[in-house]
């Protein structure tokens, strides 16, 4: 078949993959002039490392291995540990956390150098019986038989489905930077998460001495942001234990960056005919599982193996892919939305909680691992 892709980031790059080795024509289009490479670090959880080892993609060399996340209180006190490192030893596959440009180029390596169309932003979208047609700003077209919208939060693809509105503010939002930090866990593989009234704090090693470190903030798109952000998290952060004072006074202004936390309910059908979407134009949904990338990835591999079914009807398919997907991401984004990384969970009732009790939840997110126990059973 010939397929479109809106959207080259993660999802475009990982669905062109599956698709590409599995004999089909591919044609991405990407709105930005060229690959992008801002971003901070994010976390390839074991079902994430799954699937990119699925599409021959290797993070060897690349960021640093997360064995353990330990959550604590302002004041440093410890309210509970998880082992991911249990994980790892279970599904075969570790937890690392790696700067999203690095992932982008991995992703991208050994695909065709004409793959990528930048500069073509999707203006509008229809279809029939026989295939879909895209016409972009520029009064080009391109014309496929099947769509696939990977084009984020702001995904026009979704809108042509959806209508507008779908996608909802979320109350907190995120300040954050991957800078060469010096700090105790910079060279570790502990990844720490405070929380304390003011808000949230994470630091996470990154590999090559860089330090992903963000601040999560109550937050309204209504309220105009500080003129001063990194004062301001000074002044809201600065009195918590080290070595969140540290890393605010080694950050610079120009590391920060911002986003705003936003959400979708789940739809149990997010496409129609011979358009589907996948990651956050299908699921958008607040940072704090970590499990955007991964979600994303989860979904160009189940796309895959639905595809490979083949048939007669390839919007039957589609609609399988989403079936399939729902009830993990469903959970996934439930989950995100009630902001669990900002939770002030009591220390001798977070305790209560197996230190291995993310691996069972990683089980229950992801059609790949899911896969893997039934064929292994």
């Not at 799954?50 to 440093?76: C, E, K, M, Q, Y």
């Not at 895209?134 to 084009?151: I, M, W, Y």
């Amino acid at each position: 078949m010939d397929l479109l892709i809106i959207g080259a980031g993660v999802g475009g790059l990982a669905v062109a993959r599956v698709l590409l080795a599995a004999g089909h024509r591919v044609r991405i289009f990407e709105q930005a002039p060229a690959r992008r490479t801002a971003g901070k670090a994010l976390l390839v959880w074991s079902n994430g490392n799954a699937v990119l080892n699925d599409l021959g993609v290797s993070l060897d060399g690349l960021g640093a291995r997360i064995d353990r996340i330990d959550a604590l209180t302002s004041g440093g006190r410890l309210r509970m540990s998880m082992d991911i490192a249990h994980a790892a030893d279970r599904y075969g596959f570790p937890t690392q956390a790696i700067p999203r440009r690095d992932l982008l180029e991995r992703l991208a390596d050994g695909l065709p150098d004409d793959l990528v169309h930048y500069g073509m932003t999707c203006r509008s979208v229809t279809q029939d019986e026989n295939g879909v047609a895209v016409t972009f700003t520029d009064g080009s077209t391109a014309t496929g038989d099947l769509l696939v919208g990977a084009d984020g939060h702001h995904s026009a693809v979704r809108r042509h489905l959806w209508g507008d509105g779908a996608v909802r503010p979320a109350t907190f939002g995120t300040w954050q930077g991957l800078s060469p930090i010096e700090t105790p866990i910079t060279d570790t593989t502990r990844h720490l998460m405070i929380t304390g009234r003011e808000g949230a704090c994470g630091l996470m090693p990154a590999g090559d001495g860089l330090l992903q470190w963000w601040f999560d903030t109550r937050w309204s798109p209504a309220v105009p942001r500080p003129a001063a952000p990194l004062a301001e998290l000074r002044r809201r952060f600065g009195h918590w234990a080290s070595p969140v004072p540290e890393v605010l006074a080694a950050a610079t202004e120009d590391d920060l960056e911002f986003f705003g936390h936003h959400w979708n309910k789940v739809r149990q059908v997010w496409g129609e005919g011979r358009i589907t979407l996948v990651g956050d134009a299908a699921h958008t949904m607040p940072p704090t599982l970590g499990q955007g990338a991964n979600q994303t990835l989860e979904d160009a591999w189940v796309l895959g193996q639905e595809l490979a079914k083949g048939g007669d009807d390839p919007a039957v398919r589609l609609r399988a892919y989403e079936k399939a997907r729902y009830p993990h991401i469903s959970l996934v984004s439930r989950m995100a939305k009630r902001n669990p990384a900002n939770w002030r969970t009591p220390p001798l009732l977070a305790r209560l909680i197996p230190e291995t009790a993310q691996t069972t939840m990683l089980a229950r997110f992801s059609n790949r691992l899911t896969a893997t126990a039934a064929q292994s059973g």
